[in-house]
């Protein structure tokens, strides 16, 4: 078993390059689906995501070949069908973008159910609403779900409430529907906006991405082309709050700063000095902290994937602060693995009322998803002592060599292999 054991580190200082945006990248790589021609894409990190999308690929008849670092060309036109395997398709969320991509090309697509981390349930109800707007059917069985049409036309569709993965979904559903399709109460999101570029430079028709309307016009056929995909805000926010909780100077680079415009915002509000430039963006750390409260919120809003990971800065400022989650209320699994290292934290429904400025100790914990691991990584930096983390593997799933990242910044940590067959790992409600 993989563990990821962390010292304290004090004042980390030093720069980061960037990887593409995880989120992003695996919508990309659908999208390509779209066309017979060859996509080259830039910027794609080498995570266990795309690794799994990888293998679907090849099963299905894509030839992905990687062709540099964050390098990958695609070639869609061996496609043969669109059965994604349940099984590997269930271990991520974003398996469902096959679905957008394929249903007019294969006529009929079934992929496995949202996976990925695990803090409650990830509804796809709105993108079966705008699938059968679009003219699918749906049949759903214990282990996949299966979506079907003829021909899809275009639509006019109102999401309940925002989703960018299903705005996502819709569109690249939508650039070969036959008619004109208006997305409304669409996700404003950079990967939105992202996703939508690529499809323009295919050929797309596509306006309004990055408002809450979004206007397509079907075309039949996509081609070809080379496209980069955007930085990923969520890691370079989360090295940012890095430099508040050890009281260090750590600059992101190859960074969009607009796109972290709420959480440099809240940054600045704790106590961060933070410098933005066309292309960076440089934290400083060593004042005093102060407690705040924060909400999560859909794109432009504090991000719920920042959430766990500022919980560690939280820690760290004398006070009484209050973390809400609106988006996903139960994604609090961290919380009982900070209790272990000595944090004073109460739950309530969707909220985390944290007593900050207590000292932190190190000791096993266990990371349940993506961000909880970033959180605890982040606490195990200010905390006496040696912190081990399990589920080494959900940080191979988001984060590219993310040991080497934080390493370089002077962090004292490294992943090794325990043969302990007595260890006992931290339990996760």
Do not use: W
Not at 16 to 37: F, M, Q, R, W
Not at 70 to 81: E, K, L, S
Request: charged residues 20%.
């Amino acid at each position: 078993m993989k563990v990821l054991q962390v010292e304290r580190s004090p004042g980390l200082r030093g720069s980061v390059k960037i990887p593409g945006s995880k989120n992003s990248s695996l919508a990309l790589v659908a999208a390509a689906c779209l066309t017979d021609e060859t996509v080259i894409l830039h910027n794609i990190p080498d995570i266990a995501d795309y690794r799994v999308i990888r293998e679907i690929a090849h099963e299905i008849g894509i030839s992905m070949e990687v062709t540099g670092s964050g390098t990958v060309a695609i070639h869609p036109a061996g496609i043969r069908h669109a059965k994604i395997d349940p099984v590997k398709s269930a271990t991520f969320r974003t398996a469902y973008y096959f679905i957008g991509a394929l249903l007019s090309r294969c006529g009929t697509v079934s992929v496995g159910y949202p996976g990925g981390d695990d803090f409650g349930d990830r509804p796809i109800d709105q993108h079966i609403k705008a699938l059968k707007a679009l003219g699918a059917q749906l049949s759903f069985h214990e282990k996949y779900y299966e979506a079907s049409a003829r021909q899809l036309q275009g639509a006019d569709i109102y999401f309940d409430t925002i989703t960018s993965g299903a705005t996502i979904n819709a569109m690249l559903a939508a650039v070969r529907a036959k008619g004109s399709t208006v997305l409304r109460n669409a996700a404003k999101d950079p990967e939105v906006v992202d996703t939508a570029q690529l499809l323009i430079a295919m050929g797309a028709r596509i306006t309004g991405a990055g408002t809450d309307t979004i206007r397509i016009e079907g075309v039949r056929y996509l081609h070809g082309c080379t496209y980069t995909a955007v930085p990923d805000r969520l890691i370079a926010g989360s090295f940012l709050i890095a430099a508040g909780v050890t009281g260090g100077t750590i600059t992101v680079e190859d960074v969009i700063p607009e796109h972290l415009g709420s959480t440099i915002a809240k940054l600045r509000e704790i106590g961060l000095q933070i410098e933005t430039n066309s292309d960076s963006i440089t934290a400083y750390g060593e004042g005093p902290l102060r407690a705040t409260r924060v909400r999560t919120g859909m794109y432009p809003g504090f991000p719920t994937d920042l959430q766990q990971p500022l919980t560690a800065l939280m820690l760290q400022a004398p006070g009484k602060s209050i973390v809400t989650d609106k988006i996903y209320p139960k994604r609090f699994a961290h919380v009982q693995q900070l209790r272990r290292m000595g944090a004073d934290i109460e739950l309530r429904t969707g909220s985390a009322f944290i007593k900050g400025g207590l000292p932190l100790r190190g000791n096993l914990v266990h990371a349940s998803d993506i961000r909880a691991g970033i959180c605890l990584l982040l606490a195990g930096l200010a905390a006496e002592g040696t912190t081990q983390i399990t589920g080494v593997y959900h940080f191979e799933r988001g984060y590219e060599n993310i040991v080497d990242s934080f390493r370089s910044l002077g962090a004292k940590l490294e992943v090794r292999e325990t043969h302990d067959a007595d260890i006992e790992l931290p339990q996760v409600n």
